[in-house]
């Protein structure tokens, strides 16, 4: 009678662990953020602050840089997202609202932060527009592509170029503090660049 060989043990920590540990380092991230600048952030400052090992970190996240934009993913890309039943305009304004919001947050410095930090490093840069600046340009873009196609907006409006005026007008205040980034600011931008795209139907 053959004997039946005991089941292999499994290797590494089960996944509710690593659930926990992900969780930890996210919060240490953010926290050792509101002390510090991304610039004067450290992997070992993290890894001391969540109680794991550097080994831990870089295993997941082989940059600061990455590390900080997968706590900027979790934490505050939630905050940013809209309600589904809205026009595309009123989608807009919801979006512009949310992303002020944020930005006079605390989530502000730290994309700052983040920005900075790509002006030396091109990959960091490139890395936050693919999973930061991408995702959330395409959603928009699609929304008002949805406002073109019912109607809403007139057929020849450029939907990027439209994204990017009032988008690129936030992330310019956000960076330069060239005047006070507002809510009343972001309505008065989207007006002033929608204006000549809304189509007759939306006027009236």
């Not at 997968?70 to 949310?98: D, G, I, N, Y």
């Not at 999973?131 to 406002?147: F, K, M």
Request: glycine content about 6%.
């Amino acid at each position: 009678m053959k004997k039946t060989a005991p089941p292999a043990a499994r290797k590494g920590r089960p996944p509710s662990e690593m659930a926990t540990s992900h969780a930890v380092i996210m919060d240490a991230v953010y926290a050792l953020l509101q002390e510090k600048s991304v610039r004067d952030l450290t992997m070992e400052a993290v890894a001391k602050r969540a109680g794991v090992g550097k080994p831990t970190l870089y295993k997941w996240w082989p940059t600061k840089a990455t590390l900080v934009l997968a706590m900027l993913c979790e934490r505050m890309a939630p905050k940013l997202e809209k309600p589904t039943a809205l026009s595309a305009e009123e989608s807009l304004r919801f979006r512009v609202r949310s992303l002020i919001d944020a930005f006079n947050g605390p989530f502000g410095p730290i994309v700052a932060g983040l920005i900075a930090e790509g002006q030396s490093e091109s990959a960091v840069l490139q890395e936050f527009f693919n999973r930061w600046v991408s995702p959330r340009r395409n959603a928009t873009i699609a929304d008002l592509q949805r406002g073109k196609d019912t109607g809403e907006l007139r057929s020849e409006t450029e939907l990027e170029l439209l994204n990017d005026a009032i988008f690129g007008a936030i992330y310019h205040r956000m960076l330069l503090r060239s005047d006070p980034l507002t809510r009343r600011f972001g309505e008065e931008l989207v007006e002033q660049v929608i204006l000549g795209h809304r189509s007759r139907n939306a006027r009236s």
